[in-house]
């Protein structure tokens, strides 16, 4: 399967930005799928994930309670709704998505997943 992310840009720290991840020439439905990220000089870090079915999801203490990951499968887009943004969530972002795991599957390991999307760039401006 193929991921190509979409809808990062620019905005003010208390802004709000959908991230999208359209996944081409696979089961998407088959993939549980995550978000990481990775800001200048720093190691990737885990964002959120979610399960094949869409009904179990992960997230970082960092953005819990501001941002949300869901899924359409009929689409095959996975999308994550960034509200309340603050400057140190600038930084490059990526979806991924791993190929195994029960339906309830979810994991914050960069490691499980086996496929990535390029980055799409997150800048928060105070």
């Known amino acids: 399967v193929r991921l190509v992310p979409s809808g990062g840009g620019s905005v003010q720290a208390g802004g709000s930005l959908r991230l999208s991840c359209s996944a081409s020439g696979g089961t998407f439905s088959r993939y549980a799928m995550g978000w990481f990220r990775q800001a200048p000089g720093k190691e990737r870090e885990f964002v959120a994930a979610?399960?094949?079915?869409?009904?179990?999801?992960q997230y970082a203490e960092s953005v819990k309670g501001r941002f949300t990951v869901s899924r359409d499968n009929a689409e095959n887009t996975v999308y994550l709704q960034m509200n309340s943004l603050k400057p140190e969530d600038t930084a490059t972002y990526y979806c991924?998505?791993?190929?195994?795991?029960?339906?309830?599957?979810?994991?914050?390991?960069?490691?499980?997943?086996?496929?990535w999307g390029q980055g799409t760039q997150v800048t928060v401006s105070s």
């Open positions: 991924a998505a791993a190929a195994w795991g029960s339906s309830s599957y979810t994991s914050p390991r960069s490691n499980d997943y086996g496929i």
């Open positions: 979610i399960s094949r079915s869409g009904g179990d999801t």
